[in-house]
């Protein structure tokens, strides 16, 4: 089973960027599809972005509809790590922010599809 660590939260003001990064390890990247969530103080976690596992391309995406345009999902196979890009941050981003995998590179923004989690980032944007 893979295991996964988030890394590059911290702290920024409105209008800011940061870049988290999930690395996996434990077994082959491959044919994992993965995602971000996050999870407000007294919310619900929510979806955030998803790729999917593709041998010849960049893989699917999808995004929830409040980051579109301003958070871009990636990941490079050969480092076993999934990123994503924050741009244009809002103090509303502040959350916990997860990385998740799922071994039937099923490309949905259901959390109970995600069988593996990391521990969590924290981003907090100031206003």
């Known amino acids: 089973q893979v295991q996964l660590v988030e890394s590059g939260g911290g702290l920024v003001q409105a209008g800011g960027s940061l870049r988290l990064s999930c690395a996996a390890s434990?077994?082959?990247?491959?044919?994992?599809?993965m995602a971000w969530f996050r999870q407000a103080p007294g919310k619900e976690r929510e979806f955030v972005a998803a790729?999917?596992?593709?041998?010849?391309?960049?893989?699917?995406?999808d995004y929830a509809d409040f980051v579109k345009g301003r958070f871009t999902i990636s990941r490079d196979n050969a480092k076993n790590t999934m990123y994503l890009q924050m741009n244009s941050l809002k103090p509303e981003d502040t959350a916990v922010y997860y990385c998740?995998?799922?071994?039937?590179?099923?490309?949905?923004?259901?959390?109970?599809?995600?069988?593996?989690w990391g521990q969590g980032t924290q981003v907090t944007v100031s206003s």
């Open positions: 790729v999917s596992w593709n041998r010849w391309s960049a893989g699917a995406m």
């Open positions: 434990g077994r082959t990247f491959s044919n994992y599809a």
């Open positions: 998740a995998a799922n071994d039937k590179n099923l490309l949905t923004e259901v959390p109970g599809a995600y069988d593996t």
